[in-house]
């Protein structure tokens, strides 16, 4: 029994070294959010174009951070605790549907021009904030279950 206690606390330090990670990139997407919905109202030009471009890198960062950091770890059957099992069971599915908008909202800033979005940043940024506002209630449920002691 004592040669299991350096292993458990190994998972437990990577762990938290996951949930760090993942903090640290999800603070740095919502200081680059605050930071391009300040802007407003927004004008075509380089400034602006840039801010987007930095703000959708982050974003794309966390949500890969997110899935790697934490997710990928339950999904790969690394958890054993059940209250954690059971607790990424039910929010994974919204997650992983917030990933998809993550994506889609990266898409439409990166892929198409730049100028024909304009228009539609300030509603896209407002919704995407919401969701990002979800996200992270969720994400927070997960690390509380996986930073418990048990």
């Known amino acids: 029994m004592a040669l299991d206690q350096p292993a458990k606390t190994d998972r437990r330090a990577r762990a938290k070294e996951r949930m760090t990670s993942l903090v640290a990139s999800r603070n740095e997407t919502l200081a680059l959010y605050s930071s391009l919905a300040s802007n407003r109202p927004y004008k075509p030009g380089e400034e602006t174009e840039e801010m987007v471009r930095r703000f959708c890198q982050a974003l794309v960062d966390y949500a890969a951070t997110a899935h790697f950091q934490l997710y990928r770890y339950i999904v790969e059957n690394k958890e ?14 919204q997650i992983a549907a917030s990933t998809d908008a993550i994506l889609d909202f990266n898409d439409r800033y990166d892929v198409a021009p730049f100028s024909t979005r304009i228009p539609d940043l300030a509603d896209d940024l407002s919704q995407l904030g919401e969701l990002l506002a979800d996200r992270i209630q969720l994400e927070d449920q997960v690390i509380d279950a996986l930073d418990g002691e048990r």
């Open 80 to 93: 054993r605790r059940q209250a954690v099992l059971s607790l990424a069971e039910q929010v994974y599915p």
